[in-house]
């Protein structure tokens, strides 16, 4: 099922973004100076995932673990 008909899995891509575009800026943070365009979506999912920094901490483990386990239910269907 896509990730745009399925909420859970629509919320694990958005917090998948927020979380790669902020460790992106802090590693590389040249990548993501550009405000406007294209790189633009990415600055801002960046700056919203620096501001939120405690409450995406603290989502990482958890949507790892939600991610993992969709992926693993999605391959056992496929088998079955």
Not at 50 to 79: F, G, Q
Request: aromatic share 12%.
């Amino acid at each position: 099922m896509s990730a745009l008909f399925n909420f859970h899995a629509f919320l694990s891509v958005v917090l998948l973004v927020i979380c790669t575009c902020t460790y992106i800026k802090m590693q590389f943070p040249a990548i993501l100076e550009q405000r406007t365009g294209f790189r633009g979506f990415f600055w801002k999912a960046a700056r919203i995932g620096s501001l939120m920094a405690d409450p995406t901490r603290d989502m990482k483990p958890k949507l790892v673990c939600a991610v993992c386990n969709d992926t693993l239910s999605l391959y056992i269907r496929e088998k079955i």
